[in-house]
């Protein structure tokens, strides 16, 4: 029973995984590749050789042009191997294959964990509230606080922090969530008190790390708003289609599942 | 209200065992591809550089 839903997560996380990597390429990639073409012309304007500088300034300037974006770059930190841009773009999807086989098998366990005890007493019904729930605390909370950024922009510097508080926000918006659940169950007076007492119980936490943690603002002066906001929006929906794709697969699926043997009686053999 | 025509849950005995075992290795997977910068790979900046667009994509801090 669990293998069978930790089996089913994996695959349904891959392919959920390969269609926003599909969304991504399509939607996200020009952006990146604009940003990227943004970042090297701000290397190449500027005028001290970064390799020799050991300057503030400069140095900051090597580590964003120079980590990164492999050919125009040049200034490779050692072992730092350089990855060509068509690599990139291959590792796209491999990237966001692997992420949605790691959050499908992890969103299968806590789906099994939940079935009979909380939500929805249907599979389907279940996965789709999950999933809508998961998008909601484990992205939307994150975004809304440390929106995604195309590169150039962000401090190479500062990325164990930011980070670090990115995984805050995660932490907050599960916790969140765990609150509201918790709330919902204790009031008994009716299902709107429920509902509104449990949105509270969410929000309360969320608004009160969205206050209390730093603010993150590293976009470089002169950034185009419009590439900013069409990255960011690119970004967004990626994980939109991701959980989605990944909601509907895992709801359907385990309906089908669930409803074959109501549907034919006699399991078939063979 | 709890139990009638809920699905049987799944025993947390049975559950243990995967939540003490597939949870850690699935959330290294999900490190590696999101956040690893060399710290646990031990690759450098390579891992970086390949999950380099679907970091940005999916999200999470970059660089």
Known sequence: MVRTL???????????????????????????????????????????????????????????????????????????AAVSRPVQKAGLFLATGLYGLAVGGVFA??????????????????????????????????????????????DPETINSRTALYVVMIIVGLAAVAVAVATA?????????????AGVAFLVPVVAAWLLLPAVDEVPEGFPASLLWNFRLASLGTQLVFWTAFGVLFGWVSDRVAGRPALSPAPSGG | MSDISAPSAIP????????????????????????????????????????????HLLGVPCH
Request: net charge negative; proline share 7%; aromatic share 8%.
């Open chain 1, 109 to 154: 366990l806590v789906f099994a964990g939940l079935r009979g005890r909380f939500g929805p007493r249907d599979d389907g019904a279940l996965a789709l509230a999950s999933a809508a729930t998961a998008f909601v605390a484990v992205i939307l909370i994150p975004f809304l606080k440390y929106p995604a950024n195309p590169p150039a922009v962000g």
């Open chain 1, 6 to 80: 930790v089996v089913r997560g994996l695959l349904i996380g891959l392919l959920a995984g390969f269609v926003a990597g599909t969304f991504a390429f399509v939607f996200g990639e020009p952006r990146v590749d604009a940003a990227i073409a943004l970042e090297e012309a701000a290397a190449a304007a500027e005028p001290e050789p970064a390799s020799a500088s050991a300057g503030e300034a400069g140095h900051d300037h090597a580590e964003a042009a120079g980590h990164d974006h492999g050919e125009a770059a040049g200034h490779d930190h050692g072992e730092g």
């Open chain 1, 185 to 197: 169950r204790r009031v008994t007076a009716g299902p709107w008190q429920r509902r509104v007492a």
């Open chain 2, 12 to 55: 947390l005995p049975r559950l243990r065992p995967w939540l003490l075992l597939a949870v850690p290795v699935l959330l290294l997977v999900a490190y590696l591809v999101l956040m690893d910068n060399g710290a646990v790979s031990q690759t450098g900046t390579f891992l970086h550089e390949l999950m380099h667009d679907g970091r």
